[in-house]
């Protein structure tokens, strides 16, 4: 089992920045994808952004340019720093891993995260 705690959501004004923090612990094995899915209000969850244990990235289309997703293999830790946030980017944002020797996924229990215009 794995155990995700996140932190670093909050409130913040259209234009400004957040760092949210994903620290996984349990029996990690070797953590494959890690990455983050958000889900606003009404809608389904979608994803954000990933980071291949190669240092390979992904982004959806919408946060290209403005967030940027990196992870300290050392302490199991995934970062997903936001730029330019915009009332659009409100939403629950969930952090996940995938390990790499079972392929299976876990989840934190998401952190919210608010832009006001």
């Known amino acids: 089992q794995v155990q995700l705690v996140e932190s670093g959501g909050g409130l913040v004004r259209a234009g400004g920045s957040l760092r949210l923090s994903c620290a996984a612990s349990?029996?990690?094995?070797?953590?494959?994808?890690m990455g983050w899915h958000r889900q606003a209000p009404g809608k389904q969850r979608e994803f954000v952004a990933t980071?291949?244990?190669?240092?390979?990235?992904n982004y959806a289309d919408s946060v290209k340019g403005r967030f940027t997703v990196s992870r300290d293999n050392a302490n199991n830790t995934v970062y997903l720093q936001m730029n330019s946030l915009k009332p659009e980017d409100t939403a629950v944002y969930y952090c996940?891993?995938?390990?790499?020797?079972?392929?299976?996924?876990?989840w934190g229990q998401g952190t919210q995260v608010t832009v006001s215009s």
């Open positions: 980071m291949r244990s190669d240092g390979s990235t």
């Open positions: 349990g029996t990690i094995f070797s953590l494959g994808i």
């Open positions: 996940y891993v995938v390990r790499a020797v079972k392929w299976d996924d876990y």
